[in-house]
């Protein structure tokens, strides 16, 4: 599942650990999953793609690596805190969460009603904080951890078209502040990565249009398509401690969007 054949750095800490990844079924999610598998952790996942994340499951594992799939939908809290908890029994203490689920549909202004408004926080914000809510105590019996949060540059480039989708993202950025503000006495890390336009299967088959592409070339620094497995690297950092001193950030990964 990478998509880049280049070398790649290896975090030591990162062996053994237990790590937490939602929407690690597929896309970024995907290649975050793939890499922290190669890295030696004990990997959970949750998504709500069956097929492909089952395939994932036996792909990593039939390589040697140790990987748990956990199906749920992450609109339910209830099945949410299920899926950690078996995760949970699985593999040991949670050290690592990648809050990656996400889902960036479209939509009019005019036609968003107070059900999609929170059905699209509760897809795209509100799992973060029930999520990192599950594991946090696990970080605190242990004085260490890490949170990654997973934000968008949508709103901070004024993207149109799905202000639902914007709103809950920037959220990202406020809930990540002030659980590294809370938490940064136990050790406890916690970040955010904000994603460009990253070119995963659902992106080039919905989106990418001609005249997208020529706009994203145009204002974009690097002159070239973003990867998955680009911000999976990213992802690896922030989570190790080769990382020790860093909280309370958000990171871009954008490739110089002006």
């Known amino acids: 599942m990478t998509n880049s054949p280049r070398a790649i750095a290896t ?95 479209r939509h009019k202004t005019e036609d968003v ?44 480039v004024g993207q149109g078209g799905m202000a639902a989708y914007t709103a809950a993202k920037s959220g990202v950025l406020g809930l990540t502040r002030s659980l590294a503000r809370d938490y940064g006495q136990y050790n406890i890390r916690v970040n955010a990565i904000a994603p460009g336009w990253i070119m995963t299967e659902r992106q080039k088959t919905l989106w990418l249009t001609p005249e997208g592409d020529k706009e994203l070339m145009s204002r974009q620094c690097l002159k070239r398509h973003l990867l998955p497995d680009e911000i999976a690297r990213a992802t690896l950092f922030f989570a190790s401690d080769e990382a020790s001193a860093c909280t309370n950030q958000q990171y871009v990964v954008d490739g110089g969007w002006i």
């Open 11 to 105: 975090y030591p800490d990162l062996k053994d650990k237990c790590v937490v990844i939602t929407g690690g079924g597929t896309g970024i999610g995907a290649a975050i999953t793939t890499r922290f598998a190669e890295q030696g952790a004990k990997v959970g996942f949750i998504d709500i793609k069956q097929d492909e994340s089952k395939e994932l499951e036996s792909s990593l594992a039939a390589s040697g690596h140790q990987v748990h799939f956990e199906h749920a939908d992450l609109t339910s809290i209830d099945a949410l805190r299920k899926a950690i908890a078996n995760v949970r029994a699985a593999f040991g203490p949670v050290a690592v969460l990648i809050n990656n689920a996400a889902h960036d549909q």
């Open 113 to 156: 009603t107070p059900e999609y408004w929170d059905e699209r926080f509760a897809v795209n914000l509100r799992h973060q904080f029930f999520a990192a809510q599950a594991v946090l105590p696990d970080m605190v019996a242990a004085n260490s951890g890490s949170i990654i949060n997973f934000g968008s540059t949508s709103w901070m």
